[in-house]
């Protein structure tokens, strides 16, 4: 007969769990300082953002505020917590607002291009499509006779005590 040899893969040493807890940590702190450097970048770039957006389309930041000021009007608590929210979190607004206007900018230019091709639900309305009228018969129902069910068989299966607790 072979021998046969059996490995454990679980460590039962105390440093298995150690390394993991380690491992967890070491993530979750790179996570942390990448997010650093990104809100850091962020808070430089922010007025050049909120620039360039007010400079494009003045519409997209007059809406944020319109919309932060109803806040405000219906529920005051949220719409301090906006406004806080808002002050604090500058940076995120500002690539928030700009991130909404390359992509307005986006639909706006994929609808134009879809209006001078002429195609979809973009095509202007000078374009006509020919048609022809088509005359339609009436439909007739077809009535399709009820057939008749067969009767139940129960059949009781040998020896199954399964089946006695229900009877």
Request: cysteine-free.
């Amino acid at each position: 007969m072979a021998r046969r040899t059996y490995y454990n893969s679980k460590s039962n040493g105390p440093f298995g769990s150690i390394m993991s807890l380690l491992m967890v940590f070491v993530f979750f702190a790179a996570l942390f300082y990448v997010a650093s450097f990104v809100f850091k970048l962020l808070w430089w770039i922010a007025p050049v953002l909120m620039l360039i957006t007010l400079v494009m389309d003045h519409k997209i930041v007059t809406g944020y505020i319109e919309w932060v000021w109803n806040k405000l009007k219906v529920n005051p608590i949220m719409g301090v917590a906006f406004v806080l929210l808002t002050f604090f979190g500058f940076p995120v607004v500002a690539g928030y607002l700009f991130g909404k206007l390359m992509l307005r900018r986006k639909i706006t230019k994929m609808t134009e291009s879809m209006q001078q091709r002429g195609k979809g639900p973009f095509a202007s309305e000078e374009d006509y499509v020919d048609y022809e009228e088509v005359e339609s018969e009436p439909v007739t129902r077809i009535e399709i006779p009820k057939a008749d069910l067969p009767p139940k068989v129960k059949q009781k299966p040998e020896n199954n005590k399964y089946d006695d607790f229900f009877e």
